[in-house]
């Protein structure tokens, strides 16, 4: 009689501890789950860190799992591309969001925003190639002491709705700062007394340039332009922006720029707009150079050509 009560004893334990190991089990298992399902709901909410908590969590119901190994592996990596981005470190990020892709087991929603910031990124950078395109040929017209035209071609930037964002930062402020070198400079060729200033500054000792302008103006022209900033290029932009050979509708040829065979300095430009007065703001460099052709061929004053 003992040996049966034993045995239905030992039988009585190995029910209730099996019993016991099983709904431990399955409450393990269900833990597991809504783990992984609040980690999704957070990739979708982009609450990443959420998400890599309830990752962690998940592999501490399921020791080694390999879905949520992975998973909490593709969501850092994702995140590591996201602050490369935001640090405008365009090749790298785009990189780093490829690798999403080659992580087994991911989520397919990391997968397809990795898919839309790559592409995001590739326009991001043939934007930037085109916008230095344009901020060097700003750059060059500014050189030129065409004011005008130089902010022509900054504002084809500054009414692009897309340069406004912030991926564009470094191209912004390059393009504000030589606006602003622009303005002085507009600023300077129609204040009244500009040319006697010149003159002035010419019996003082400073040297005349080919084109009239004197040595003073010169350098204060050249040292605003070398205090901008360089726009920020990679190597294969730069060679992009180098190899620009296109033109537009306000390219200014050499012939453009001369009288008889003679270049019309900038002298002669400041004389025709004291010349025009109030008008003179109005017209642009090459509008000015145009006027002075015109009252050269028809024998007639700067201020009558124009009107």
Known sequence: MRKWTWVIVTFVVI???GGYAFSRHQSIEKQYHMDMENAAAAINDNNYTAAENYFQEALT???NDAVATHRLKQTKVFVSAMNQLENHRFGTSK???AQVYKIHHGSEVLNSRSHEKIQEIK???KNITKYNKILKYARELNEAQEFTLSNQQLDTLFNTKEFKKTYYTSQWKTAKQLQKSNKTGLSQA???GSTSSSAQSSSNGNNTAADGTTGASASSSSNSISTLPAPNLSSAEKQAADNYSGSNEYTVT??????????ITQSQINN???ELGNKSGQFSDQDVRNIIKEAAQKGISVSEAAQ
Do not use: H, S, W, Y
């Open 15 to 17: 029910l209730i501890v």
């Open 61 to 63: 119901r399921r020791n």
């Open 95 to 97: 990189n780093t969001f």
């Open 123 to 125: 326009k991001v950078q």
């Open 190 to 192: 129609v204040m009244p």
């Open 254 to 263: 050499k012939k453009d720029k001369e009288l008889n065979g003679k270049v």
């Open 272 to 274: 025709a707009r004291q």
